[in-house]
């Protein structure tokens, strides 16, 4: 008779907000088959309201009044194995570095920081411990993007030249401009907070990450919408509304709105290719569309979940809809849930396991630094800027943690 012995893998959930539902991917993640039984077993947050949240949701678990809770010390042993961070943008440099000095594995949710500086600063961190660091850029995993890097590597566009996204935020004055979101402050810009899916989904299509990027953008509507409050007490689904409409007729926005509600990004990457990003906050529909041109031929999906469809046209004609080939968007019919299972799962089969994973801390990095310069120039005369290099030391070591030679993941595409 064969006795399997199960690992308690302890995970922590920091910051029991809007996105710390993603830790409820743990359980499902699957790793008891592997002998690995994955909870979570205590939650952080600095208010009240979020330590109430957190006893609530996951009543076995511990409930700290901070991440440094979960470390031990003297000589005491950390509370947990691995944390997940889903705290407000400008806090994640500060907390990832603790945990990871801590050796504390960390899953970040994207943004890795909201500049350059702090995102290098994350990274050196991991890299001087070799404590794992995940960053939970979940849209690589969407079915959209699965299905656009397939039709590419199988050569039906040819060889990539140019991408183009145009980003459709049609929830953009609920989601992002009556909280933190809408101050500069607290995110740097929407170019790192929202656009940071798609920056590092350019990269992923195209194969390489920015080399050198302008921006340009307004704060065309939301601005003037003097009704503002302090809504600090509540989540976004406390407010939402689709008849929240039109854009202008806004009510209980943040008492600071400073960020840009329409912004435009024109990127060279490292191997030529040319790409651009829009991205407006009050447009009726909300998706972002795909457009990717090749020497063969282009794709561009209608619809970014299940129900949509890629589309290829590679012959020559006048306009034509239908295009040459269609392809169904599988997975879930809105949201995400099925890339955040995915992500979450890569997260922990990695702490766990030591298996490799298809996204590196230096992806993440290089869409910070698209969305963070942009800003920087769009800020300044849309003046052009080049993203500077990460340390070498930095670079050797997740790309040996990687287990490829491509820390982005580029050359599995």
Known sequence: MTTTSTRLLRVAVVGIGQRSAIADHVSAAGLDADGVDARITAAADTTAAGRERAAAHWPEAEVVAGHRALIGTDGAPNLVD???????????????????????????????????????????????????????????HAAVVRLMREVIARGEIGEVKAVWVRHFVGNGGDYY????????????????????HDLDVVHALAGAYTSRVVGMGSLSVYGNVTDRRDRSDELMTDWFSFDNWPPAEQTGLNPVVDVEDVSMVMMTLENGVQASYEQCH???????????????????????????????????????????????????????????LLTMTEFLRSVALGEPTTLSPIAARAAVAAGALATRSLRNGSVPLDVPPLPEATIRHFTAAAGHDDPSGRNTR
């Open 82 to 140: 691995a944390a997940i961070v889903t705290t407000p943008d400008w806090t994640h440099a500060e907390i990832a570095i603790d945990l990871l000095r801590a050796g504390i594995a960390v899953y970040l949710e994207k943004p890795l920081a909201i500049t350059v500086e702090d995102a290098d600063a994350v990274l050196n961190a991991a890299a001087e411990t070799g404590t794992p660091l995940y960053v939970g850029h979940n849209f690589r």
């Open 282 to 340: 009050f447009t009726p529909d909300y998706w972002r569309n795909y457009t990717v041109i090749g020497t063969h031929g282009r794709l561009e999906n209608v619809g970014d979940t299940g129900g949509g469809v890629v589309k290829v046209w590679n012959h020559r004609r006048n306009w034509d809809v239908a295009g040459d080939v269609e392809y169904p968007i599988d997975g879930v019919e809105d949201g995400h849930a099925d890339a955040d």
């Open 177 to 196: 401009f009556k909280d933190w979101h809408a101050d500069r402050s607290r995110v740097n810009s929407l170019l790192l907070q929202k656009a940071s």
